[in-house]
């Protein structure tokens, strides 16, 4: 089951409120060691951090100590967890180039249901062990920017094309966005097709034109914010992120360093040339000492099909040549830091 509290959970045991800004609730618990949080387990991110965990980009993405299984809501120990981890990381090596054709993102479908000593069911879930990267900090501020120039992968495109059906729904939602949206033609038929919408989508936010957009922000003094799905131009966005950084002056020439470093580093990892990296955000956090972003959310970045060795990340999209613009993100990023700097 899945408990919904608006975006935020104070977790026993830590002296801070854990802030999550995107994704399910349920996929995320506090670790077994502090400074430590349980993701749910995506193989295709599992074999990211692996690979990450040996690439230059190593300091940009949250520490990764392992896998681990555990039953529903039963609190981890940390010996339990450190038997889990050894035994699970014997048996999760494989997965990546094999999940290439059909990832679909989806979390829930790794529970395996094992009977206990009692013969009673148990269900269990397997999990990323992460660093935490709110435990260095105090009261921390965090913005979620999801980079990319699309947010869903090119086999997600293509599987919405199989059978196009006419969708009202989609219809509805598009033109409670924008009722000029539609074309005559799907105003007529009263729906729009799936992929028609995927497109659209991608457009009323900042990501299809700046490369990246918020998904939300929590400031240290009022609660979180995901209200930002049509935040698109750069005035908007950038306004946003003025809000994020406002009273804590040292923090947007820390998020500049950084992210300019992140930058340098991208292009040097060979991670990075050999994946198209879909739908991962990167993380900015700051409180009133120290300000540090990273690269988190490696659930649909795949590595490239074996015909391409490797994608520029800042070229234009066409269906087929698998670029993120990950890059263009970056860099209307630091664009906007260096103005906010230079105010
Ligand atoms: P979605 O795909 O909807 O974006 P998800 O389930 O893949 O969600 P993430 O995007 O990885 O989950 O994380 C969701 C949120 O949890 C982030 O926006 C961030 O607030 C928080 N979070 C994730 N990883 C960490 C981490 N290592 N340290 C601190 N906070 C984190
Ligand atoms: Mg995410
Ligand atoms: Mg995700």
Same mark, same amino acid.
């Given at each position: 089951i899945v408990h919904w509290t608006p975006f935020f959970q104070t977790y026993k045991k830590q002296r801070y409120p854990w802030v999550q800004l995107a994704g399910h609730q349920g996929n995320f618990r506090p670790g077994p060691e502090p400074g430590t949080i349980l993701k749910k387990l995506c193989p295709q991110e599992e074999a990211c951090f692996q690979l990450l965990m040996h690439d230059v980009l190593r300091p940009y993405v949250p520490r990764y100590l392992g896998a681990l299984e555990l039953r529903s809501e039963e609190p981890p120990t940390k010996v339990e967890a450190v038997a889990a981890a050894v035994e699970a990381s014997q048996t999760a090596t494989d997965n990546h180039k094999n999940n290439n054709v059909n990832n679909n993102n989806n979390n829930n479908n790794n529970n395996n249901n094992n009977s206990n000593s009692n013969g009673a069911t148990a269900c269990k879930d397997s999990y990323l062990q992460l660093q935490d990267l709110l435990a260095d900090f105090d009261q921390p501020c965090?913005?979620?920017?999801?980079?990319?120039?699309?947010? $869903?992968?090119?086999?997600?495109?293509?599987?919405?094309?199989?059978?196009?059906?006419?969708?009202?729904?989609? $219809?509805?939602?598009?033109?409670?966005?924008?009722?000029? #949206?539609?074309?005559?033609?799907?105003?007529?038929?009263?729906?729009?097709?799936? !992929?028609? $919408?995927?497109?659209?989508?991608?457009? /009323?936010? *900042?990501? &299809?034109?700046?490369?990246?957009?918020?998904?939300?922000?929590?400031?240290?003094? @009022?609660? *979180?914010?995901? =209200?930002?799905?049509?935040?698109?131009?750069?005035?908007?966005?950038?306004?946003? /992120?003025?809000?994020?950084?406002?009273?804590? !002056?040292?923090?947007?020439?820390? $998020?500049?360093?950084?992210?300019?470093? /992140?930058?340098?580093?991208?292009?040097? @990892? @060979?991670?990075?040339?050999? +994946?198209?990296?879909?739908? @991962?955000?990167?993380?900015?956090? +700051?409180?009133?000492? &120290?300000?540090?972003?990273?690269? /988190?959310?490696? #659930?649909?970045?795949? !590595?490239?099909?074996?015909?391409?060795?490797?994608?520029? +990340? =800042?070229a234009v999209w066409q269906v087929g040549n698998h670029e993120d613009g990950y890059l263009i993100g970056v860099n209307n990023l630091i664009d906007i830091f260096k103005e906010i700097v230079g105010d």
């Open positions: 965090v913005m979620d920017c999801k980079v990319g120039v699309r947010t $869903y992968l090119e086999s997600e495109l293509a599987k919405a094309k199989e059978r196009p059906k006419l969708r009202k729904d989609m $219809y509805e939602k598009m033109v409670q966005v924008d009722p000029t #949206a539609p074309s005559d033609e799907e105003r007529r038929l009263q729906g729009v097709t799936k !992929p028609r $919408y995927m497109v659209w989508r991608e457009t /009323i936010s *900042s990501t &299809a034109t700046l490369g990246f957009r918020v998904e939300g922000i929590k400031l240290a003094k @009022s609660g *979180s914010s995901k =209200d930002f799905k049509t935040t698109r131009t750069r005035q908007q966005v950038m306004d946003a /992120i003025r809000r994020f950084v406002e009273g804590y !002056p040292h923090a947007a020439g820390k $998020y500049l360093q950084r992210l300019q470093a /992140i930058r340098a580093t991208l292009r040097a @990892s @060979s991670f990075f040339a050999g +994946h198209e990296v879909v739908g @991962s955000s990167l993380l900015f956090v +700051h409180d009133d000492r &120290a300000a540090g972003v990273w690269m /988190i959310d490696f #659930a649909k970045t795949l !590595p490239l099909p074996e015909h391409l060795e490797r994608i520029r +990340h =800042d």
